[in-house]
Structure formats: structure tokens, C-alpha cells
């Protein structure tokens, strides 16, 4: 929970944590993750199964080692789902932040491309009525010899 919490909020956490997953995700440990995902859900559907098949005892009354079973079956369920859980959204939360900050990478480099691309285009303005300033000036001398 903590894990997720430090992904959550911007602090100076945040890229350590970015960083320590993006390791882990590398060479052996997706496998690693993966197989134990997979066991965890092996183990989390035998509980659950498990407990089912003592609520579907068939004998009436419910005897207290059954109420105990069943107790420690709903507690290790609900932990084994909680931490898949858990596990899930901490991988899905650092994959929709690589990605937003992949996406306001590509997002500056295009303002910045827009800009330049602008200033470009302004200097080309500039440049042609700079010229055309110069084509039109022989004829202002003119103008400007006659008018004495």
C-alpha cells in the first residue's frame, strides 16, 4: 500500500520507486512476478474452493471446528486477493506513469519544433519584406527627386 501510496503523490520518492520497479521489470524479473501472480492465484482459488466446500456441508448444524476452518480460510483468501490486488495496480500505476511522462517528453520536443518552426517563419517574413523594401527602393528615390 505503501508502494502504491509513493506512486501516487509527486515526491522525490516517487522517481526512486519509478526507478527500483523499472529494475525489477528487467532481465528475470517479470518471470519471477508472473509465477508468483500465477501461484498466488493457484493458492487464493484452493482457499476459495476450499471454503465453499465447507459452507456447502450438508449435516445441518455447524460445528465450531468448521466456523474455525472457515475462519482462517475467509482470512487467508481475503489477504492472498488483497495482495494480487495490490500487486496489480502497483504495476498498472508505474506503467501509466512511464507513460505520461514518455507522453510530456514527446509533447515538449513537438512545442518545442512548433516554435522553432514559427521563428523560422517569422524570419522568412521578415527577410522577404526586407527584400521587397529593397526592390521598391529605387523607386522612392525617384519619387523623392521629383517632388523638389
Known amino acids: 500500500m505503501a508502494l502504491i501510496l509513493s506512486l501516487m503523490f509527486r515526491t522525490p520518492l516517487r522517481k526512486l520507486v519509478i526507478l527500483g520497479i523499472d529494475k525489477l521489470k ?13 501461484t498466488m492465484l493457484v493458492v487464493f482459488s484452493s482457499i476459495v474452493y476450499g471454503a465453499m466446500e465447507i459452507g456447502s456441508r450438508e449435516g445441518g448444524a455447524v460445528n465450531s471446528t468448521d466456523e474455525v476452518l ?3 480460510l475467509m482470512l487467508e483468501s ?19 506513469i512511464k507513460e505520461l511522462y514518455s507522453t ?5 520536443n513537438a512545442i518545442q519544433l512548433i516554435n522553432k518552426d514559427r ?3 517569422r524570419k522568412i517574413s521578415e527577410a522577404m519584406e ?6 521598391d527602393y529605387p523607386l522612392k528615390l525617384k519619387t523623392k527627386d521629383r517632388s523638389y
Do not use: W
Open 26 to 38: 528487467q532481465g528475470k524479473g517479470p518471470l519471477i512476478a508472473k509465477t508468483v501472480a500465477v
Open 70 to 72: 472457515m475462519a482462517n
Open 78 to 96: 481475503s489477504l492472498m486477493g488483497f495482495s494480487l490486488f495490490l500487486a496489480m495496480m502497483t504495476d498498472r500505476l508505474h506503467y501509466y
Open 104 to 108: 510530456r517528453k514527446e509533447l515538449e
Open 119 to 121: 521563428e523560422e517563419d
Open 130 to 135: 526586407e527584400t521587397k523594401e529593397t526592390k
